[in-house]
């Protein structure tokens, strides 16, 4: 097993324009979660109250951690319809 | 079935079109459709335009599950999610729900259920465009007689 | 609006015809439609057909006051019932009921309590037409989630 | 005010096949009752348990007093929708 995995990020909604980030792939340590790679990729940011977060297109949560080759998506509470 | 557009879609003529292709025509006795529109005013200011955002493959992948366990679970015999992204203006329908079954209550509580969800559930956001600037719609309001 | 219709009729170009001619779209937010349609089976037995008995003044009356006292309990921008009389062939649309609100919780619970009240109160009678003979319909079954 | 009064009867779905009477005009005494009125029409038939009735186009019940003119209609649960 490596000492790093790849992974996709993605932001969306209000949070793209926030943080100014839309689409990133980078290489993180093994067992990384969800909220470390937030905090890695903004270490000035605080992660918002109502973040919603995704990993390979399903809802998840920031305690989950990350595999070689995961899409994680970070968005607001969602209003469609 | 699930669509997602990027243009502005006739719910009833997408409503006669789906349904005509059907080969369940015999065995419906029951169809409810819900029709989401743009309203040209929200909470109290005037809004000339919107932006639907989407993350395209978890907003497909989330909607036709939504559909497979709907059908399933309500013993529907057919659902259609259509939901608008992109630019969107004032009298443009956003969303449509359609749920066939052959008796009503299930298609009612269906529609209802399955608009509920898309709307607590589905990544999608918009963006209103208001006389002087724009702001993201922070969150939506549930409906409490939705299940 | 009420209208009674010895013809076959399409529901959804009812739908986008009647709309379009409103002057209220720009403020609509939820469009709930309900469409009742003959089934080609009934009570364990293949129907063929089905011949619908009203109290023409009555029931029209009755139709008129209740899309009246909706729009007003419901707090919607309209209403409106069309219902099939005469006969019926398996397929076609019988009853459609569609109410406009603002917001969606409105639309919704108007236009399942609306097909309630018709189902249980206007003056409407089906007799369905068997293999051997035919039968009347002898009661609705009421919806236990309307109101 | 005269002793008789002039009503207008009608039966509608089954009621009207069952017993023979679709729409009927005739006198009756002063200060019949909906249900007198079933029974000078039908003096061997007897009142089904789920009748409903209506009074000038408008639900009524068996006990109300009948008026010069009114038309009173007979007919079974009703099955539209």
Redesign the interface.
């Known amino acids: 097993m490596s000492e790093t995995i790849t992974v996709r990020v993605?932001f969306?909604?209000?949070f793209r324009e926030q943080f100014g980030l839309s689409d990133e792939t980078l290489s993180v340590a093994n067992n990384t979660t969800i909220r470390q790679l937030f905090k890695l990729l903004l270490p000035d940011a605080e992660i918002p109250d109502r973040i919603l977060v995704?990993r390979n297109?399903?809802?998840s949560d920031l305690g989950q951690v990350i595999s070689d080759g995961d899409e994680i998506?970070y968005?607001?509470?969602?209003?469609?319809? | 079935m699930v669509i997602l557009l990027q243009e502005t879609f006739?719910?009833?003529?997408q409503?006669?079109h789906y349904?005509s292709q059907q080969d369940w025509?015999?065995?419906?006795?029951?169809?409810?459709?819900?029709?989401?529109?743009?309203?040209?005013?929200n909470e109290g200011d005037s809004v000339s335009g919107m932006l639907?955002?989407?993350?395209p493959?978890?907003t497909a992948?989330?909607l036709e599950a939504l559909v497979t366990t709907s059908i399933e679970q309500y013993q529907l015999l057919d659902c259609l999610i259509i939901?608008r992204t992109g630019s969107i203006k004032?009298?443009d329908a956003?969303?449509l729900v359609a749920c066939w079954s052959?008796?009503?209550?299930a298609?009612?509580?269906a529609?209802?259920a399955v608009?509920e969800k898309?709307?607590?559930?589905?990544?999608?956001?918009?963006?209103e465009t208001l006389l002087q600037g724009s702001r993201?719609?922070?969150?939506?309001?549930p409906?409490?007689?939705?299940f």
Chains 1, 4 share one sequence.
């Open positions: 993605r969306f909604a209000s995704a297109q399903e809802y998506a968005f607001p509470p969602v209003t469609g319809g | 006739d719910p009833w003529q409503m006669q349904q025509q015999n065995s419906v006795g029951a169809t409810a459709v819900f029709v989401g529109t743009m309203r040209d005013f639907i955002e989407h993350y493959e978890m992948a989330y939901h004032p009298a956003i969303v052959a008796h009503r209550a298609a009612f509580d529609s209802r608009m898309l709307k607590s559930e589905a990544p999608l956001w918009k963006k993201w719609v922070e969150k939506n309001t409906d409490a007689n939705a």
